[in-house]
C-alpha cells in the first residue's frame, strides 16, 4: 500500500520526536522527486543575543533538510546516511516569521550525495545558501 504525500510527509515529521528537530521546531512541509522542503520558525528559541536568526540554527536547519532528503531516497533496510560536510553563506537576517529550506539534488550518486540548501523567508528572499554532501554506506550486521 503506497501513503498519500500528507501520510507519508506525517510519518517523517514523526521521527523527528525528542530530537533536535523538534527542539527548534523544523517542520518537513513539501518534497518532490528531486527535493524536501522544510520551515522552521524564527523565535527568540534561535535568535543570537542581537534578536536575529542565529546562524547555527540555520545550518541545523539546512543539515536536517537535506540530510532527510538523502534519506528518503535510500533504501534504509540496508543502508545508512550520515553527513559530511556543510558550509553555509548568511546573506539577509531574519527576526521572526518562519525560514524555509529546500533541498535539491546537484549529485545523487550510489555512495556520495550533493544537495544545494537555499533558506528563504516567508516573502521569499534568499537568507542563506548552504551544500552538503552525504554518504551512504552499508549497514553491518
Do not use: W
Amino acid at each position: 500500500m503506497q501513503l498519500s504525500k500528507e501520510e507519508f510527509m506525517a510519518k517523517l515529521n514523526a521521527v523527528s520526536k525528542n530530537t533536535l528537530l523538534e527542539t527548534l521546531s523544523i517542520e518537513i512541509v513539501d518534497y518532490g522527486d528531486d527535493f524536501l522542503i522544510a520551515r522552521m520558525p524564527v523565535t527568540p528559541r534561535v535568535h543570537q543575543p542581537d534578536g536575529v536568526l542565529h546562524g547555527g540554527a540555520t545550518a541545523a536547519l539546512a543539515e536536517s533538510v537535506g540530510s532527510f532528503a538523502s534519506h528518503i531516497f535510500t533504501d534504509l533496510e540496508t543502508y545508512f546516511v550520515r553527513g559530511l560536510e556543510i558550509t553555509a553563506n548568511h546573506l539577509k537576517s531574519v527576526k521572526d516569521g518562519f525560514v524555509y529550506a529546500k533541498a535539491t539534488f546537484l549529485h545523487k550518486g550510489r555512495t556520495t550525495q550533493l544537495l544545494d540548501i537555499r533558506i528563504t523567508d516567508e516573502a521569499d528572499n534568499l537568507i542563506s545558501i548552504c551544500r552538503l554532501s552525504t554518504i551512504t554506506l552499508p549497514k553491518t550486521k
